[in-house]
Structures are given as structure tokens and as C-alpha cells.
């Protein structure tokens, strides 16, 4: 099935919940940066967290980034939402391969490392973005998250995020939920939440089974009676274009892109998030570097 993000609520008014199915956009985003198995699984936990977070952003055109900084040898992690859960990332070191922990899973958390930083950043295009910060503990991302929103927006919250890697290290299965306490949730819900994610067993089992992110929700949570508020596709995509790439050249300033000119001749841009290449002639670049004069001196 396509990838699928759904947003629902339990009819007593206690929970609402997110849940999505991405095992093409992670599958897309291991081509594009030629990850090895445990990258591919921390930045697919990473792009599912950001896809649930930025679909909840109301505004047309708004966003939001996750990025983590662990320490660990996977180095920066980043992905970035629209609000319609359409995610793209990207992964500093994506050929680092550790050895399986002893239960013979991934180690994602050693990956990552757990001496750094979550930080959640919301464009809503305001003056100013919203900026919230937490230190990881675990390193294995869904934990992390849910205590960023523990910690930073008050919010009891269970995070759940998986990505099953096959032995040919294609992406077999990959999701996620997000599940947290409304307004006047009893204390008692906490409780039940926790049982029912328990009995429910490990994520990328539930999504191995049935990638359909209703069924997910609706196994992880059997003992609320869940009404289905949308469903939606989602994708991994890239905004970036040669008008992008030309502004990001003005603003390295008239001078530096005559040394570029000088030095070699001309220019090739790659966006981080995707395998769009752009080039430059030198021709182009003086016109560029005269667009920047322009704008200096206007300021």
C-alpha cells in the first residue's frame, strides 16, 4: 500500500492519536543517501516522527523540523515535515554499520547516542520560529520524542516508531503512532494506554503484519473506541529548485563567488535532501554576483 498518515480521537474524549505507514518515503530517502541498516532505520524513525508532528500544524505552507545531535557516530540527523506530513531528511554519516545488540536488533540508540540534543523546530511563518529543545536519554528517538513532549509542551504522550530493514537492506516495513492525553484525561488512561501498547508487542511487528496505519492504531489501542478524523498520503518530497539554489548562492556575497569563478570555473550544488543536482557556469555566476552588488548595496 502507498505510504498513509491518519488522525483520530477516542469517542470518551480521553486521547487522540496519530499513526502512519512510510515504507516507501524511508525506502526512497535509503536510495537517496545510500544508507547502511542502522541509518536507515534512525533517520526512517526520524522522518515518521516528523511526518505525525508537522501533519498537526494548521497553517498552509507552515513546517517543522526535527533534529537530533547525539553524539554518536550517525552524527546529525535531520528531517523536516510539511503540514501535511510530507517529510524529506537527510543523515551526516550514512555508511556507519555497528554490530547487532544482543537481542539481534538494530542498535539505533548506539548509533545515535544519547549525549546531545532533540530539537523541534516549528516555522509557522511568524517572525520568529518556534525553537524547543531536550537532551536525548535513549537515542532511540520514539522515547525521545515523547518526552520532548513531556517536558516541553506538557503533554502525556506515547511514541511508537519502527522500521523493519531486509536482509538485502531494502526497507520492508516502517510507521509509527503518536498517542496523547486530551484536556480532563482521567489518570487511570495513562494506565490503560500502557497495557494495550504492551500486549500489543513490538511496532514493526504490528506493521509487518498489516502496514495499514488504522489497523496499527486500532490493534495498538483496543481498548478505545477510535473515530477516524482523516486519512491522507504522504511522501517523501523535496522543495528544492535552481531558484532555491540561486538565492543560496546570492547570499554567499559578490566576492566569494568570484573566487569560485576564479577557482573553478563554475559551480555544482547537490540538495542535502535529495539527489537533485544543479550546475553553474561561470557566465551564470557573474550574473549572480552582480544580483548580490544589487542587494548590498540596497541594504
Not at 76 to 88: E, H, P, Y
Not at 169 to 186: E, N
Request: proline fraction near 4%; include cysteine.
Amino acid at each position: 500500500m502507498n505510504d498513509q498518515l491518519i488522525r483520530a480521537v477516542s469517542r470518551d474524549g480521553q486521547i487522540k492519536a496519530a499513526a502512519v505507514s512510510t515504507r516507501a518515503l524511508t525506502e526512497r530517502a535509503r536510495q537517496i543517501h545510500k544508507t547502511l541498516p542502522v541509518a536507515t532505520a534512525a533517520l526512517g524513525r526520524l522522518l515518521a516522527a516528523a511526518s505525525m508532528m508537522g501533519s498537526a500544524l494548521k497553517e498552509d505552507g507552515a513546517s517543522l523540523t526535527l533534529q537530533i545531535k547525539g553524539g554518536g557516530p550517525l552524527g546529525l540527523l535531520l528531517a523536516v515535515s510539511d503540514n501535511r506530513g510530507n517529510v524529506r531528511g537527510t543523515v551526516e554519516n550514512p555508511a556507519v554499520d555497528l554490530p547487532l545488540r544482543e537481542d539481534g536488533k538494530l542498535d539505533v540508540g548506539s548509533a545515535v547516542g544519547n549525549a546531545g540534543t532533540l530539537t523541534v523546530i516549528r516555522d509557522l511563518h511568524m517572525k520568529e520560529p518556534y525553537i524547543g529543545s531536550v537532551g536525548l536519554l535513549w537515542g532511540e528517538i520514539a522515547e525521545d520524542i515523547a518526552l520532548y513532549f513531556v517536558e516541553s509542551e506538557q503533554i502525556p504522550t506515547a511514541c511508537g516508531l519502527g522500521v523493519l530493514v531486509d536482509r538485502d537492506q531494502s526497507v520492508l516495513a516502517a510507521g509509527g503512532y503518536l498517542i496523547q492525553l486530551l484536556p480532563g484525561a482521567a489518570e487511570e488512561t495513562v494506565e490503560r494506554i500502557e497495557q494495550s501498547l504492551r500486549a500489543a508487542g513490538p511496532i514493526t511487528e504490528l506493521l509487518r503484519a498489516d502496514p495499514d496505519p488504522e489497523a496499527l492504531l486500532r490493534r495498538a489501542l483496543p481498548d478505545f473506541d477510535l473515530e477516524i478524523l482523516e486519512k491522507a498520503p504522504i511522501e517523501y518530497r523535496c522543495d528544492c529548485s535552481r531558484k532555491r539554489m540561486e538565492r543560496a548562492l546570492i547570499s554567499l556575497g559578490p566576492e566569494e563567488l568570484r573566487s569560485m569563478i576564479a577557482e573553478q570555473g563554475g559551480a555544482e550544488l547537490t540538495c542535502r535532501f535529495c539527489d537533485n543536482v544543479q550546475r553553474f557556469s561561470g557566465e551564470e555566476l557573474e550574473a549572480l554576483a552582480a544580483s548580490a552588488r544589487k542587494q548590498t548595496k540596497n541594504l
